[in-house]
């Protein structure tokens, strides 16, 4: 009964330093994805899955990178730590409720985020 | 790029009060309106959501609004409590290309604090 679990919680960083945002869900979902939430910006769109093996950009995937070996898994990798990337991420999954092309609900599950801090 | 405006971005009611939060999006392709509800320190918790066929879903006392003419949906929270004090995101779904998944659009948030 986990859902969605995000480690570490906390992380502080120095620039220029590499890290990995690690994010495991159990719910059997196809779906994953990373935002990122900073003040008054709401929550954006940093990389998501479609399902193991595939990956796509969202609205700002520079910086990151990420990879979906299994369905369980989706980590986010910080390449070279900016004060920039100083922010709360959250990792989510989803299902599509409803066949096909006429899937309405997403129902996304979040993590309970990873608060990153560079310095 | 995809965009929902939301607004206010604060918001003070006092117990028993009404809180109403408005959205507005320009893409025709948003066909699925979710509401999150987000405490200090947790992620975001789906709310309430609504489908453009329809023009309001309530659950209790949290009610959807929908004017798709318009482009805009709203929250409102009727008879305020001091537990509803928290950070709500209005969200739009859209299909992702020709496949079954869909990806989500965030407003920038409300956050509502309701005075005992």
């Known amino acids: 009964n986990a859902g969605v679990t995000q480690t570490p919680k906390f992380q502080v960083l120095k620039t220029g330093q590499s890290m990995t945002l690690q994010c495991a869900q159990d719910m059997n979902h196809e779906y994953m994805s990373w935002y990122r939430q900073d003040p008054g910006m709401g929550l954006r769109l940093i990389h998501y899955?479609?399902?193991?093996?595939?990956?796509d950009q969202g609205e700002v995937p520079n910086g990151y990178n990420v990879s979906r070996s299994t369905t369980e898994d989706f980590p986010l990798r910080l390449l070279s730590a900016a004060p920039s990337q100083t922010s709360v991420y959250f990792c989510?999954?989803?299902?599509?409720?409803?066949?096909?092309?006429?899937?309405?609900?997403?129902?996304?599950?979040f993590g309970q985020g990873t608060r990153l801090t560079v310095v | 790029q995809q965009q929902v405006k939301q607004s206010p971005q604060s918001l003070i009611v006092q117990k028993g009060g009404i809180s109403i939060i408005n959205c507005a999006y320009e893409n025709t392709a948003f066909d699925y309106f979710p509401w999150y509800q987000q405490f200090p320190g947790k992620g975001p918790a789906l709310l309430i959501a609504i489908r453009p066929d329809v023009s309001e879903k309530k659950e209790g006392r949290f009610t959807i609004s929908f004017n798709k003419s318009a482009k805009q949906f709203s929250l409102h929270i009727m008879d305020s409590q001091p537990g509803d004090s928290a950070t709500y995101f209005c969200a739009a779904s859209y299909r992702i290309s020709s496949g079954s998944a869909r990806q989500l659009t965030f407003g920038s948030g409300t956050q509502l604090t309701v005075l005992p």
């Open positions: 989510a999954s989803s299902y599509s409720k409803g066949p096909g092309l006429r899937a309405w609900n997403t129902e996304a599950f």
């Open positions: 899955s479609v399902g193991a093996g595939i990956t």
